[in-house]
């Protein structure tokens, strides 16, 4: 008599898997594509938050923010 394997969970990991691989590829062709402007808006964006938080400081008060 041949048993059969049931493989209920084994399709949803599968699936999941190939999901997660997709998701993957697809987060690295963008970050090759627009690695350069990436990097110069995360420059832009530190540059900025440093400017926001030297000009919040209060003076008088120890510089506290």
Do not use: C, H, P
């Not at 969970?9 to 997709?22: A, H, K, N």
């Not at 970050?31 to 832009?44: H, P, R």
Request: without cysteine.
């Amino acid at each position: 008599m041949v048993r059969l394997i049931q493989r209920k969970g084994q399709s949803t990991v599968e699936y999941m898997l190939f999901i997660s691989v997709i998701s993957i590829a697809l987060v690295a062709l963008s970050w090759i594509a627009m690695g350069s402007s990436l990097v110069s808006g995360f420059d832009e964006l530190s540059g900025d938050t440093r400017d926001v938080l030297q000009s919040a400081t209060q003076t008088g008060s120890n510089d506290v923010r």
